[in-house]
């Protein structure tokens, strides 16, 4: 057979994504498997940041807000557009992924009325199941899980919304959002999809597979920085309808009007909220431009590759020792992320950090490899595993 480390090697010898690895940051030694958790940083963030606070905020003070900051959540939105697949006025940047899950909920529970249940599936992630239970709850509804197969006939005339994220965050299944937009729409719901593990990692088509309400993060594979801004996308067509159980000054008609009573802005600016993040925007707005150049169809093909290689040896070389792979091995079923399981997982992760080969543990025997394709390489994945091969042969890690 083949030796894996020479297949790596031939693999990433054709990397059409070769020449942005250099745009990215990473401590020499280090194999990064996280980036579906936090992103390793673009080169210029800091400067981009740090020009903010030394020539804008130090020199402009007050100022420096007619100097473009207002602007900078459109601006953000514009960049960000692409990567959803929706128009730029279809996007608002703004506070965190729960805090827009929890508007976007709120609004379309009061733009169905009558309608009482809020479906997701069943071990879709925490946080989300939080927000859509207590605005469920605000509303005189229910949430209602189900096996994330039973997700689409579950849908009834008395579901408001569907909600879940597009990647399982544990085994990183890829959902598919069309369909669920079908059979949300053919019951008069609405679909909200959380796309935090899925923008970056491959191309979006939101408005092409008629996803009405999204929400996403821009600190995983986008790499804007820990607790980056988040995003929403409100369609076009429903702007008007919804409003915002969060009304805020920068959300309102006429904000430096500072009416007692609210009106909202026309189209998605109406779920802006609060004053933006200027700093933390500004590093958003760095990280995407490192973006530019790159095509998302060939970062996809690139994760997939990754993928595969990763379950191809993973089967070779693991499964003897009791490793399970948890992920679809269909690659266009699965996102940017190989999940295996072992009862001592927690001991490997642990263990391979050690090594430099960093990648995260997911209760309750998950470990979990974040393949972001702009800086893993099928060498990477090699060294993962052989390290994995050799850390289970040894007493105390995998017993």
């Known amino acids: 057979m083949p030796s894996p480390v020479l297949d790596a090697d031939q693999l990433d010898a054709v990397d059409p994504l070769a020449s942005f690895r250099d745009r990215f940051a990473l401590p020499a030694g280090v194999r990064y498997f996280d980036g579906n958790s936090l992103g390793a940083p673009a080169r210029g963030i800091a400067e981009r940041?740090?020009?903010?606070?030394?020539?804008?905020?130090?020199?402009?003070?007050?100022?420096?807000?007619?100097?473009?900051?207002?602007?900078?959540?459109?601006?953000?939105a514009a960049r960000l557009a692409p990567f959803l697949g929706v128009g730029a006025g279809e996007v608002a940047v703004a506070d965190a992924t729960s805090v827009n899950l929890f508007k976007l909920l709120g609004a379309a529970l009061a733009a169905r009325p009558g309608r009482r249940r809020v479906l997701a599936p069943r071990g879709n992630f925490p946080s989300d199941l939080y927000v859509a239970r207590s605005a469920a709850s605000l509303h005189g509804a229910d949430l209602v899980t189900v096996p994330a197969g039973d997700l689409a006939a579950a849908?009834?005339?008395?579901?408001?919304?569907?909600?879940?994220?597009?990647?399982?965050?544990?085994?990183?299944?890829?959902?598919?959002?069309?369909?669920?937009?079908?059979?949300?729409?053919?019951?008069?719901?609405?679909?909200?999809?959380?796309?935090?593990?899925?923008?970056?990692?491959?191309?979006?088509?939101?408005?092409?597979?008629?996803?009405?309400?999204?929400?996403?993060?821009?600190?995983?594979?986008?790499?804007?920085?820990?607790?980056?801004?988040?995003?929403?996308v409100v369609r076009e067509p429903l702007q008007e309808q919804l409003i915002s159980p969060l009304p805020g000054w920068l959300g309102?008609?006429?904000?430096?009007?500072?009416?007692?009573?609210?009106?909202?802005?026309?189209?998605?600016?109406?779920?802006?909220?609060?004053?933006?993040?200027?700093?933390?925007?500004?590093?958003?707005?760095?990280?995407l431009v490192a973006w530019e150049g790159i095509d998302l169809g060939a970062v996809r093909r690139w994760a997939e590759s990754l993928g595969d290689f990763f379950i191809a040896l993973a089967d070779e070389r693991l499964a003897a020792a009791g490793v399970v792979v948890a992920s679809p091995r269909e690659a266009a079923r699965r996102g940017a992320q190989v999940s295996l399981r072992h009862p001592r997982s927690s001991r490997l992760v642990a263990a391979l950090g050690e090594r430099g080969i960093v990648c995260d543990f997911r209760p309750p025997d998950v470990m979990r490899f974040g393949l972001h394709p702009l800086y893993v390489r099928h060498a990477d994945v090699a060294a993962a595993v052989a390290a994995c091969e050799e850390l289970l042969s040894r007493e105390g890690v995998a017993r």
């Open 49 to 76: 940041v740090a020009g903010v606070i030394g020539r804008e905020w130090r020199e402009g003070l007050i100022g420096s807000w007619e100097a473009g900051w207002l602007e900078l959540p459109r601006r953000v």
């Open 252 to 287: 309102h008609l006429e904000p430096f009007a500072f009416d007692e009573e609210y009106r909202p802005a026309a189209g998605v600016d109406r779920f802006l909220c609060g004053t933006p993040p200027i700093l933390s925007l500004a590093a958003l707005d760095a990280a």
């Open 155 to 232: 849908v009834d005339e008395t579901t408001a919304v569907v909600t879940l994220s597009h990647v399982d965050y544990r085994s990183g299944e890829l959902f598919d959002l069309a369909a669920l937009a079908s059979a949300a729409h053919g019951r008069g719901a609405l679909l909200l999809a959380d796309v935090s593990h899925s923008v970056g990692a491959m191309p979006l088509r939101l408005a092409d597979w008629s996803v009405d309400l999204a929400v996403g993060c821009g600190y995983k594979f986008l790499g804007g920085g820990p607790g980056a801004p988040a995003f929403l």
